[in-house]
């Protein structure tokens, strides 16, 4: 099993930043895919940062340029750093791993951070 522990969300006003940190753990961790997605209230839950184990980073055009993404193998984190925010990346930050545990992958979620973002 992989648990994972999301902070750094709140309240900002727009164009001021923010930094979400997700912490995975468990045993034998071995994480070929740790991502952030955003869900706005009543819409689906969408790729912001996606990071393999070898660091090839996926952003998509969207939030390219505001967002970036650092992953650290040794601390099996993932931090988001997001930049001038409008109030249109308000909602959800849901912390995403898939984990390879012996001969099978699996996905987690965690419980997500609440992001709002204040015209």
């Known amino acids: 099993q992989v648990q994972l522990a999301e902070s750094g969300g709140g309240l900002v006003q727009a164009g001021e930043s923010l930094t979400l940190s997700c912490t995975a753990t468990g045993v034998l961790l071995d994480l070929p895919i740790m991502a952030w997605y955003h869900q706005g209230a009543g819409k689906k839950r969408d790729l912001v940062a996606a990071?393999?184990?070898?660091?090839?980073?996926n952003i998509p055009d969207s939030v390219k340029g505001r967002f970036t993404v650092h992953r650290d193998n040794a601390k099996h984190t993932l931090d988001l750093r997001m930049n001038a925010l409008k109030p249109e990346d308000s909602g959800v930050y849901y912390c995403?791993?898939?984990?390879?545990?012996?001969?099978?992958?699996?996905?987690?979620w965690g419980q997500g951070t609440q992001v709002t973002v204040a015209s």
């Open positions: 990071v393999d184990n070898g660091g090839d980073t």
């Open positions: 995403f791993a898939r984990a390879k545990i012996l001969m099978s992958e699996n996905n987690y």
